[in-house]
């Protein structure tokens, strides 16, 4: 059974760069979308990006100047730096698995119990 | 980008009763849109795929149709489970975007 395991510092004070971990459990990381999505208290889920097992990625063009995603294959985990954040960032933040389709990536199967972020001095 | 437009914004209903959700694509979207299930505390769920699949899984009682810019994310009969708030997600264009949710109360 794969799972996804958030992990990172809770707070993070405006300015700095939000750094969060995704440790995929019981399953491999490859042929699959690795993907980052979050939920501003009250509000909708917002796509961030994906790496992608080959190593190419994709971001959403909001946050693209800011935002890298990356993974480490030999731990098995999936890394989202995000730089310059603001109160905005605060978040739920999910990592989740998106599966292959025929026309690329298809939806996304197993997530994250999520890690909420606050940006607060 | 692609707006989806889910309604309505709130569904008050009791376990047993038919539970209808839309959402409406900003253009069309083909057949590229999936549903999921969110509860506080829990992984997200993934229910359907592709507008109309149902995720390894899923009850039988989770129905998804539709296609272009209009869908429509059926249970037939809700369980006490199934209150919860429900997302629709498109993949045809970049960036991938969510509708603004439903949730469906007891």
């Known amino acids: 059974q794969v799972q996804l395991q958030e992990s990172g510092p809770g707070l993070v004070k405006p300015s700095e760069t939000l750094s969060l971990t995704c440790t995929v459990s019981g399953g491999s990381i490859s042929s699959y979308y690795w993907t980052w999505i979050r939920q501003p208290p009250g509000k909708g889920l917002e796509w961030i990006g994906f790496v992608y097992y080959s190593g190419s990625s994709k971001y959403n063009p909001s946050l693209k100047s800011r935002v890298t995603i990356s993974q480490d294959t030999s731990k098995h985990q999936i890394s989202l730096r995000l730089s310059s954040v603001t109160a905005a960032d605060t978040a739920m933040y999910y990592c989740?698995?998106?599966?292959?389709?025929?026309?690329?990536?298809?939806?996304?199967?197993?997530w994250g119990q999520g890690t909420m972020v606050t940006v607060s001095a | 980008e692609i707006v989806l437009t889910q309604s309505p914004a709130t569904l008050s209903l009791s376990p047993g009763e038919r539970a209808t959700l839309s959402c409406r694509a900003s253009q069309s979207v083909s057949i590229f849109l999936a549903w999921y299930q969110l509860k506080p505390g829990q992984a997200p769920r993934l229910l359907i795929f592709d507008a109309s699949n149902r995720a390894t899984g899923i009850p039988a009682r989770f129905t998804g149709s539709g296609s272009g810019t209009d869908f429509t994310l059926t249970i037939s009969s809700l369980e006490p489970e199934d209150f919860a708030v429900y997302y629709c997600q498109q993949r045809s264009d970049w960036p991938l975007t969510f509708g603004g949710g439903t949730k469906v109360e007891i």
């Open positions: 989740a698995r998106g599966i292959a389709g025929s026309a690329g990536l298809d939806a996304f199967d197993i």
